[in-house]
């Protein structure tokens, strides 16, 4: 999978014991896309990225979405400091 990824994060020690990343990707045609926000147990956008990848339909557009949420987690220096809740937007 190829992407072109913009991501926007606040660095930050984690203080909390979860954080919720909700993702989303869509496809139509030959173009397809993904993007998220990463939540804190108040509510509060820690990191927001999107991207276009390489996906035919939007179920591999959300995986493509849920690689990247765990590489920027673990770039964060998140991991391993508290629960990491992934909500994926298709039904």
Request: a negative charge.
């Amino acid at each position: 999978m190829q992407a072109l990824i913009q991501v926007r994060a606040v660095q930050e020690e984690l203080r909390y014991v979860w954080v919720k990343f909700n993702v989303s990707g869509v496809a139509n045609e030959d173009e397809a896309g993904c993007g998220g926000v990463l939540r804190n147990s108040n509510g509060v956008a820690r990191a927001l990225f999107f991207s276009l990848v390489a996906a035919k339909d939007s179920i591999a557009a959300e995986i493509g979405a849920i690689i990247i949420v765990l590489d920027v987690y673990s770039a964060m220096g998140w991991k391993g400091k508290g629960s990491l809740i992934i909500e994926i937007g298709s039904n």
